[in-house]
């Protein structure tokens, strides 16, 4: 039987097979080069911004002990100052009240050692340790003045509560949270952009915010960018503040941003 006869040309490998295969592929006229660029992106308007409070906060329990009244309710209002929490408190006004009493006690008796040391009836030393008696008493009346006044937590600013974590007449620790408030005024844009708009972007750079849950675009102003970029994402955040009070916004709220002078044109 005779043997196929064998050709004198090599026979191409499979992979010299498959760069024959794209090679009509690679000399078309207008194809994209295998490793180019991605395309420049068409704008900004997919940048995601979320309002923020600027002052928001967790009110917690300055000592252990039972609640004797919340003056708010989630999601009412309240100004600065007004008197959020109240605890019972007898046990600790009643000791304020006795320390107050051995001061005047320590008080009078320094005084009357300093009248015998001018009647030479005392000496120097004797005089010493009632006013040192004296002292001791005065810190202890701070100590239990400062005691006192955790028996109420009042409103650091003026704002509106978001939940409530305890209820009145519950016994709660040192510590534990109370309240949760936030401050609806002054709102914040937080936003992320890309790295390399770092240095176009400066406090005041102007820029508008479509938040969804109005369906209206707002004035803004850049007022800070973050300390550190995403190496990953190659972003930094941004924060921004709208340009006047604007009712009806509230925290956590989101939306579209656009930046009018860092608007990318789109590919022709």
């Known amino acids: 039987m005779n043997a196929p006869p064998r050709s004198d040309s090599p026979q191409p490998s499979p992979r010299r097979r498959w760069l024959w295969l794209l090679l009509p592929a690679l000399c078309c006229s207008g194809a994209a080069p295998l490793l180019a660029d991605p395309p420049p992106r068409r704008g900004n308007g997919d940048l995601r911004a979320q309002l923020t409070p600027r002052q928001h906060t967790v009110l917690a329990a300055g000592m252990a002990g039972r609640i004797l009244q919340l003056t708010v309710a989630e999601g009412e209002t309240f100004p600065q100052g007004q008197v959020l929490v109240r605890f019972d408190c007898q046990v600790q006004q009643a000791r304020l009240r006795k320390a107050q009493a051995e001061l005047q006690t320590a008080e009078k008796k320094s005084a009357a050692a300093r009248r015998l040391l001018e009647l030479k009836s005392a000496t120097d030393l004797e005089l010493e340790?009632?006013?040192?008696?004296?002292?001791?008493?005065?810190?202890?009346?701070?100590?239990?003045?400062?005691?006192?006044?955790?028996?109420?937590?009042?409103?650091?600013?003026?704002?509106?509560?978001?939940?409530?974590?305890?209820?009145?007449?519950?016994?709660?620790?040192?510590?534990?949270?109370?309240?949760?408030?936030?401050?609806?005024?002054?709102?914040?844009?937080?936003?992320?952009?890309?790295?390399?708009?770092?240095?176009?972007?400066?406090?005041?750079?102007?820029?508008?915010?479509?938040?969804?849950?109005?369906?209206?675009?707002?004035?803004?102003?850049?007022?800070?960018?973050?300390?550190?970029?995403?190496?990953?994402?190659?972003?930094i955040k941004v924060i921004g503040r709208f340009q006047e009070e604007i009712s009806g916004l509230m925290a956590g709220m989101s939306g579209t941003a656009r930046f009018p002078t860092l608007q990318e044109p789109a590919p022709p």
Not at 146 to 155: D, G, K, M, Q, S
Not at 188 to 210: H, K, M, Q, Y
């Open 129 to 235: 340790l009632e006013q040192s008696a004296a002292r001791q008493a005065a810190a202890e009346v701070d100590l239990h003045r400062a005691l006192v006044a955790r028996c109420t937590i009042p409103a650091p600013f003026a704002g509106q509560v978001t939940s409530r974590s305890a209820q009145p007449h519950q016994f709660v620790a040192e510590g534990q949270p109370i309240l949760d408030i936030l401050d609806n005024h002054g709102l914040e844009a937080v936003l992320i952009v890309p790295s390399r708009w770092i240095p176009r972007l400066t406090p005041g750079t102007p820029f508008f915010v479509r938040v969804d849950e109005t369906g209206q675009e707002y004035p803004a102003t850049v007022t800070r960018l973050a300390s550190q970029v995403d190496a990953v994402s190659q972003s």
